[in-house]
């Protein structure tokens, strides 16, 4: 089946710095991936939807300049947070659309917890 | 109201019991409807997936949809501890990204 690998699983970075977090899909083109959040014992909240060679966008209340989003190519979109804060700290996830027979599956990699020191 | 309604649990069943778990939603929109499990502190995984009203089966796992109703269930037969996680229903009215329930927790105690 269809594979959406994440990486790094998790990381652990300090206040006010950096963190990439990356989205591959392994075996289909994703022209459409999408980037959640999710903080303990709740359900997922998509932060923007990246497309392939355009900008992506941006949920209400998600800030763009924090988080970047950029969708290279059709099996590659990163995740950087910027000017990490401790409120930033949480599980992202990514998902891919792939194309199956009935057009419209989505799959989600193993996401990565994100913890600001 | 949201679009999207799940008991979000915990529901404890005995193993071997079936489980019943099902969502409501609000936007007539919605026509792709699909279930996660996620165990803790890992990614949704993919369980099933439909178009249709009607039931699909797959394994111990049956999905059921009535759009008549604007309701969703999951059923899984034969439930075993390794079912214990967080059930997601989620739907979309096309290529679009998906609206998520809250989840239900489900524990199978052994």
């Known amino acids: 089946g269809a594979v959406v690998s994440q990486h790094p699983s998790w990381v652990i970075c300090k206040s006010g710095t950096s963190v990439k977090i990356e989205c591959r899909s392994l075996d289909f083109q994703a022209t459409t991936m999408f980037w959640y959040r999710q903080f303990p014992k709740q359900s997922l909240m998509l932060m923007a939807t990246?497309?392939?060679?355009?900008?992506?966008?941006?949920e209400q209340g998600v800030e763009k300049d924090k988080f970047l989003i950029n969708h290279a190519s059709l099996t590659l979109s990163t995740l950087t947070v910027t000017s990490a804060h401790p409120e930033d700290s949480s599980f992202y996830i990514c998902?891919?659309?792939?194309?199956?027979?009935?057009?419209?599956?989505?799959?989600f990699g193993e996401g990565s917890w994100l913890t600001v020191v | 109201q949201k679009e999207v309604e799940q008991d979000p649990g915990p529901l404890s069943v005995p193993e071997g019991a079936i489980v019943s778990l099902n969502c409501t939603y609000s936007?007539?929109?919605?026509?792709?409807f699909m279930w996660y499990r996620q165990y803790s502190r890992k990614g949704p995984e993919l369980l099933m997936y439909t178009y249709s009203s009607g039931n699909k089966e797959d394994g111990r796992f049956t999905a059921q949809v009535d759009k008549s109703s604007k309701y969703i269930s999951l059923f899984i037969r034969d439930s075993q501890p390794s079912d214990s996680a967080t059930y997601l229903c989620?739907?979309?009215?096309?290529?679009?990204?998906?609206?998520f329930g809250s989840g239900t927790r489900l524990q199978v105690q052994p």
């Open positions: 989620a739907m979309n009215p096309g290529r679009r990204a998906l609206t």
């Open positions: 990246s497309n392939e060679g355009s900008k992506a966008t941006y």
């Open positions: 998902s891919a659309r792939g194309e199956s027979r009935s057009g419209n599956t989505i799959y």
């Open positions: 936007n007539s929109a919605f026509q792709y």
